[in-house]
């Protein structure tokens, strides 16, 4: 994608998910930390995600989160990443996106996403059939928030000529998370932009880059505005350094996920129950020196056309010290050469 990686931008991802024993007010001020030096180093964004039932982790829901966060992101895009939308009542989920809109000045993105996990779909009571709650509840949503007059019924809510009272000026981008390809598939169809997500490898994410592509294509749909993606981030001065400050909360990070069932929701040539090393190969990961950073990245930049970069780095357990060398590192040494490279027509 020439002259993607002059315009890229990054983000950061606040990983919400501590060890239960962490004391909860000393991580909110790790978090706020966090988006004051990204904001400083010129971040354009800072995202939060939603799980329930976060065993083996404590995990502070993203709303909240969000807004709190919000006071020290100013200028900054804030965004879901993602909303549960299938879990959830779209009357509270405009709602709640419209006062964040409000609250950043118009910088919000809404990503939502169906979810995989059974303990949650089980606490909230959906069966089968998400897919198609996912659509109709995102339909609601987009109305809503558009200051339509809505009536419509489905798991959990019935409307008939509801309106909301406050209404966006111009309503948030819909971003949707997708793994499986029937997922990218509809993200296609059905949001502004797929929020790639950080678990697959480059390989396969190119791979479906080209049916989201063909997908909006045959929908009559343009290209997307813009393709985010999530990433995992360690970046230190060198690539042993980067691993060992990663290695132990990463490896707990994705051994949790393959608990909750993320690897079966993959691409089927892909999985993540492996050994760590070989977890991180193909680009699934980016960890390492600001070189082998920026070379990473600039693969999904060339393969995937990526322009907004959301760094995910903290998991639960890891020290506030590593997660802002990463940042700082981040903006001073890869973005620059990431640019600079795309300017320049090569590759690092």
């Not at 998370?177 to 929020?195: E, I, P, Q, T, Y």
């Not at 790639?196 to 997908?215: C, S």
């Not at 290695?247 to 051994?255: F, I, S, T």
Request: proline share 7%.
């Amino acid at each position: 994608m020439e002259g993607t990686g002059a315009r890229i931008q990054l983000g950061l991802f606040v990983s919400g998910q501590h060890p239960p024993q962490r004391n909860p007010a000393e991580a909110i001020r790790e978090h706020l930390e966090q988006v004051e030096l990204a904001r400083e180093l010129g971040f354009a964004s800072v995202f939060a995600g939603q799980h329930f039932l976060s065993d083996p982790f404590a995990m502070f829901q993203s709303i909240p989160l969000l807004a709190r966060l919000a006071a020290s992101a100013d200028g900054m895009i804030v965004g879901t990443g993602i909303v549960l939308l299938p879990l959830l009542n779209p009357v509270e989920v405009a709602e709640n996106a419209a006062t964040l809109h409000a609250i950043c000045g118009g910088r919000h993105v809404l990503g939502v996403g169906i979810g995989y996990r059974a303990a949650e779909n089980a606490a909230f009571g959906l069966g089968p059939g998400r897919a198609a709650v996912l659509e109709a509840k995102l339909d609601v949503v987009r109305r809503l928030l558009a200051g339509e007059s809505v009536t419509a019924s489905g798991p959990g809510y019935a409307l008939e000529g509801a309106r909301l009272a406050l209404v966006p000026e111009r309503p948030p981008p819909i971003w949707m998370a997708a793994n499986g390809d029937r997922a990218v598939a509809r993200a296609a169809r059905l949001s502004d932009a797929w929020m790639v997500n950080p678990h697959t490898r480059l390989d396969e994410l190119a791979r479906q880059m080209q049916i989201f592509r063909a997908e909006r294509a045959a929908a009559g749909l343009p290209p997307s505005a813009c393709t985010p993606v999530i990433k995992e981030v360690c970046v230190a001065e060198t690539d042993a350094a980067a691993m060992e400050a990663a290695r132990p909360w990463l490896k707990g990070k994705y051994d949790a996920y393959v608990d909750w069932g993320q690897s079966e929701v993959l691409p089927p040539a892909d999985t993540l129950r492996r050994e760590f090393d070989e977890l991180t190969a193909g680009g699934r990961f980016v960890l390492g020196s600001p070189e082998t950073c920026t070379a990473i990245l600039a693969q999904h930049v060339d393969r995937l056309g990526a322009d907004h970069v959301i760094c995910r780095v903290q998991w639960p357990g890891m020290p506030q010290e590593h997660v802002l060398r990463s940042l700082r590192l981040l903006a001073r040494e890869v973005l620059p050469a990431l640019r600079g490279n795309a300017a320049g027509g090569g590759r690092p």
